[in-house]
């Protein structure tokens, strides 16, 4: 009787709280001009886990993702206000350099968008400009970075070919690839199965489960089994809102806010 009242009064917050994050992110609010698309956003996101971004179009998704590696900040009408707090540093602070925070912080787009390059150049040009001039080194990381994006086998006899002539799942793998490159620690991906077939976007989970034994993943998806079949903890995004944020299981059978069940039931969005 005793632990039943005990659970209840647990707050929700504190029984979720059992990792560690690797961002902290808190009261965060970007405008683009007058157009308010992030709003008290407040969460943090697990280390070595894959975490789910979800939610219809136009809900910031993209935006949100853009925050944590700071490239949101290219655009010029952007103003912030709150803190992001990757690894206990405050990635707003002057004093932390961008380009430092992306040698953590990865990021694989929508579109595979490799270089105009060959295959090996592509994995090798991060390293290289970190100062890896040894050739017998490079060769040693993109090896490494190829089977690591589980593309080896398939191009490890045509690395000097140019990028553009994989297809398009191959191209995607190749990006991730690059971007394990520079050893990151954090890989952010925005809709990366979106414009690739069924069978490229099995193999880019099946990645993805893989890479999270190594790596924290923030993945945005518009695929709602997608988020179910890969992620552990899901957070539902809607007008620049975080409406829910728990483990993924939870979300997608139990979720406590009549919104995320209108969403994933498919009744909006
Ligand atoms: N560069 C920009 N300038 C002005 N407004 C922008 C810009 N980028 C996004 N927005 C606006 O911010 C809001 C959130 O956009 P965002 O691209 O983050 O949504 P999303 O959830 O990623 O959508 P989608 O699922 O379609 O990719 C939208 O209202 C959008 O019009
Ligand atoms: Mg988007």
Redesign the pocket.
Known sequence: MDITINKQIVPKNEKEQDFTPVFKINNLNLW??Q?H?LKDIKFDIPEKQVTAII??????????IKTLNRMVEM?P?VRMSGEIVYRDKNIFNAKYGVEELRTQVGMVFQKPNPFPKSIYENVAYGPRIHGIKNKKVLDEVVEKSLRGAAIWDEVKDRLNENAYGLSGGQQQRLCIARCLAIEPDVILMD?PTSALDPISTLKVEELVQELKKDYSIVI?T?NMQQAARISDRTAF?LN?EVVEYTDTSTLFSNPSDKRTEDYITGRFG
């Open positions: 683009y001009g157009d698309a939610g219809p179009s136009g809900c910031g998704k993209s935006t949100f655009v009408i809709e945005v518009h995004f620049g």
